[in-house]
């Protein structure tokens, strides 16, 4: 069955940076959009980085110049490089993978982020920057 498995989340000053990672299986790995999403407390998910099957990528404004997100084909593994972390990046972070079906990677951050049923999640990392 199809399992992404996430690591790397931990908990830093503010400034400081931290790389997670998705390890995926079950599935044919080139053919997905992988995606990072957040949850804080008491908040609605949020779409934080996408990466469509051509490599091209999205992310919300929030994380642009400071999150990177990046495949790795031979591990089956998607990174999210966040450098530069504020308190506000606090979070449950939650990687997903979806075909997304004729979708382009501006559009497959927030389709995914509204539609999780449709794709397959991870049991997610926690992230906590403290100020």
């Known amino acids: 069955q199809v399992q992404l498995v996430e690591s790397g989340g931990g908990s830093v000053q503010a400034g400081g940076s931290l790389r997670l990672s998705c390890a995926a299986s079950?599935?044919?790995?080139?053919?997905?959009?992988f995606g990072w999403f957040r949850q804080a407390p008491g908040k609605e998910l949020e779409g934080v980085a996408v990466i469509d099957r051509d490599g091209n990528t999205n992310y919300t404004d929030s994380v642009k110049g400071r999150f990177t997100i990046s495949p790795d084909n031979a591990k089956n593994t998607t990174y999210l490089e966040m450098n530069s972390l504020k308190p506000e990046d606090t979070a449950m972070y939650y990687c997903a993978a979806d075909l997304c079906p004729g979708l382009t990677a501006i559009q497959a951050l927030g389709v995914m982020t509204q539609y999780p049923e449709f794709g397959y999640w991870g049991q997610g990392t926690q992230v906590t920057v403290s100020s």
């Open positions: 079950g599935l044919t790995y080139s053919a997905y959009f």
